[in-house]
């Protein structure tokens, strides 16, 4: 099996396993989990930030940042692709009872002008600007990086609008890597941030979200609300430790083998498109006379998986899991439909 749909369908490693095996572990509810406290601190130290909560996803992270920063009726300010707005079932209203405003930005990155001329007027009728999301990488974009310089401009904006920022980062690490920054060139930047460890880190679960002391205090209580306090979890920030220590420069490799793919794609004559990537993720179009079902199914007979994206898209994400040899054999498979 070659399973490209996404990089989260990862295995741990024996290596990875042992490390969970040995954790030091204790209540996390009760703040006893040295193991789940240095994941928190580790994080917030190197994104520059107070405080670290460990979540179970990614979406939980996100939705206690949501909740966190807004009140009901406040809108929240983002791209048309963002995870936030697609694929977190509208849990912005359900949990935060927010509207959101879509911007139409470019691969999901928005500008500081963007932001400028969505945020409301101060009308009884209308709903307060109060929080805008950004994705680094964005998924729905291709993996997608956001150039720094724009970061700082948004960053600005929201501070002197009184906007706070929160970062979906949950493919921050592919961003580093592939825009060669380090995380110290992105403190001061965001109110909040989340970063995903069960992505192309390769841990089995969980995410961490950060922020200063106070929103961590108040992000605490909303994840015991959601039902995500968790016990001796020592167990999973292991995996989380060990990802970070061993997993993340290899994500160059990643960005590599999706280059790979994207250029031999783009040799197919049945492929239309194909969005450069900028990471690890691959998306790309098929010509109107054929139907991605059935090239999907084509693929799934020789063991090769990959998810529709759109009415003409496919999403390939290459991970720790799949090497080149085995995309090499794909390209192989695809040249025979
Ligand atoms: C995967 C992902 C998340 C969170 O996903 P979970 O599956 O809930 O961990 C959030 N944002 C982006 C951009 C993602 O790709």
């Not at 030091?24 to 520059?48: S, W």
């Not at 470019?106 to 001329?117: N, S, V």
């Not at 690890?280 to 199914?297: C, G, H």
Request: proline letters at 4%.
């Amino acid at each position: 099996m070659i399973d490209l749909r996404s990089d989260t369908v990862t295995k741990p490693t024996p290596a990875m396993l042992q490390a969970m095996m040995t954790a030091a572990v204790g209540d996390d509810v009760f703040h006893e989990d040295p193991t789940v406290q240095k994941l928190e601190n580790y994080l917030a130290e190197l994104f520059g930030q107070e405080a670290g909560l460990f979540c179970p996803s990614g979406t939980m992270c996100n939705q206690i940042a949501m909740k966190v920063h807004t009140q009901p009726m406040d809108e929240i300010i983002c791209d048309k692709l963002s995870h936030v707005y697609y694929y977190e079932t509208g849990g912005y209203a359900f949990n935060s009872g927010c509207s959101i405003r879509l911007i139409d930005g470019d691969r999901g990155r928005i500008t500081a002008q963007q932001i400028l001329d969505n945020i409301q007027a101060d009308y009884d009728w209308l709903p307060v600007s109060k929080l805008v999301v950004v994705e680094n990488t964005c998924n729905k974009g291709g993996g997608a990086i956001y150039a720094i310089e724009e970061l700082q401009k948004i960053s600005a904006v929201c501070r002197e609008k009184g906007l706070k920022l929160h970062l979906d980062g949950a493919r921050m690490f592919n961003a580093l890597v592939a825009s060669q920054t380090n995380a110290k060139d992105y403190h001061n930047l965001f109110d909040s941030i989340s970063i995903c460890l069960s992505k192309g880190l390769g841990a089995p679960i969980g995410s961490v979200l950060l922020g200063d002391k106070a929103f961590i205090k108040r992000a605490r209580k909303v994840r015991k609300a959601f039902g995500g306090g968790m016990r001796q979890v020592g167990l999973l920030a292991a995996a989380g430790l060990y990802a970070l220590k061993n997993n993340v420069e290899r994500l160059e490799e990643d960005h590599a083998n999706a280059w790979f793919l994207a250029e031999e794609l783009n040799k197919l004559p049945y492929v239309s498109s194909v969005i450069p990537p900028e990471t690890n993720i691959v998306i790309f179009d098929v010509a109107s006379s054929v139907n991605p079902v059935d090239l999907i199914a084509y693929l799934e007979k020789y063991g090769i998986r990959v998810v529709q994206f759109g009415p003409k898209s496919i999403r390939m994400v290459t991970h720790l899991d799949v090497n080149r040899e085995q995309l090499e054999e794909v390209v192989r498979c695809m040249e025979g439909f």
